[in-house]
C-alpha cells in the first residue's frame, strides 16, 4: 500500500514572531509535492504560522496539548482551542514531556484520546533510552509505550494517527539511529499495529523517524520499508536544510 509521506518540523522552544513568519512562509513557498509537510511551531506562533501557510498545503500542528476539555487548568492549552487555530496534528508523548515533564504513559494516552475526540491527529511519540537499548529493552519498552495506546483503542480511532519513533539517544545529539535499527523498531511497530487492529490498518498508517535527522542522512533514513517520513528537531529551524529532507522524502 502506498503511504503518503509526512515530515514534520518540530521546532520545540525556539524561534520568535519574526523567524516564525520568515521561517513558514519560506517553507510554504517551496514545500515539494508528493510529501505531507507539517510545522509544529511553539503555541504562541501557531496563529503566525498559520496565517504563513495559509494558501499553502503545508499543515500545522501543536507540541503538546492538555488533557482534559477547557477548565480550570492554568497554563495549559485544550485540544479545542488548538483545532480553533486550525491546527490538525498535535504530537503526543514526546520523550522530552515524558522525561522533563513527567509525563506518564497513561497520561499521554488520555492526551492522544482528548486529541482524536476533538478531531486531531496525534502523533504518538515512542522510544527508548540508550540504556534501555543497551539492556536489551528496546522492544519492551516501546510495546509499554504503544500498549498504554493500543489497549484502549479500536481500529477506527487509529485511522487518522502517527507514530514518531524516536528513540531518546539520538534526539538533540547528532546520534541518529543507523538505518538498520530505524528500520528494525519501524517493522516492530507495524506488526504490532498489525496484531492489534489488522494487516490493513497496520499497512495504511505512517509511522516518523526521529533522532538527529539531517539533510545528508534523510534519503538513507527514509529508505526504510517501513520509514514514512521524518520527525525533525534542530534541523527543522532552517528553511533550506528542512526543505531539502522534506525533498528527500518524495524519493
Ligand atoms: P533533533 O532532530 O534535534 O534530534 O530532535 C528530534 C526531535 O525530538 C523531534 O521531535
Redesign the pocket.
Known amino acids: 500500500m502506498s503511504r503518503t509521506p509526512l515530515v514534520?518540523g518540530?521546532w520545540?522552544m525556539n524561534g520568535r514572531r519574526s523567524m516564525a513568519a520568515s521561517l513558514a512562509a519560506e517553507i510554504a513557498a517551496a514545500a515539494p509535492a508528493g510529501v505531507e509537510v507539517l510545522l509544529c511551531p511553539p503555541l504562541v506562533y501557531l496563529d503566525t504560522v498559520a496565517s504563513a501557510v495559509q494558501a499553502s498545503d503545508v499543515v500545522l500542528g501543536a507540541q503538546n496539548l492538555d488533557e482534559h476539555e477547557d477548565g480550570a487548568f492554568t497554563g495549559e492549552v485544550s485540544a479545542e482551542m488548538l483545532v480553533d487555530v486550525a491546527c490538525r496534528y498535535v504530537?503526543v508523548g514526546?520523550?522530552?514531556r515524558r522525561t522533563l515533564f513527567a509525563e506518564s504513559s497513561a497520561r499521554v494516552a488520555d492526551k492522544f484520546f482528548r486529541a482524536l475526540d476533538a478531531g486531531l491527529r496525534p502523533v504518538l511519540?515512542v522510544g527508548e533510552t540508550l540504556a534501555e537499548r543497551e539492556a536489551g529493552n528496546t522492544e519492551q519498552v516501546i510495546n509499554a509505550q504503544l500498549d498504554a495506546v493500543f489497549g484502549r483503542a479500536t481500529a477506527e480511532q487509529m485511522v487518522d494517527t502517527v507514530i514518531?519513533y524516536?528513540p531518546v539517544w539520538?534526539?538533540?545529539?547528532?546520534m541518529t539511529a543507523s538505518p538498520e535499527q530505524a528500520q528494525a523498531v519501524h517493522a516492530h511497530i507495524r506488526s504490532r499495529l498489525a496484531s492489534s487492529f489488522g494487516a490493513p490498518l497496520a499497512q495504511s498508517l505512517r509511522l516518523l523517524y526521529?533522532?538527529?535527522?539531517?539533510a545528508d542522512n534523510a534519503a538513507s533514513l527514509f529508505a526504510g520499508a517501513d520509514i514514512d517520513g521524518g520527525?525533525?528537531?534542530?534541523?527543522?529551524l532552517d528553511a533550506a536544510t528542512f526543505l531539502a529532507i522534506c525533498q528527500a522524502a518524495t524519493a
Do not use: D, P, R, W
Open positions: 514534520a518540530n520545540k504530537l514526546h520523550s522530552e511519540c514518531a524516536e539520538a534526539i538533540g545529539t547528532g526521529g533522532g538527529s535527522v539531517k520527525l525533525v528537531g534542530g534541523a527543522s
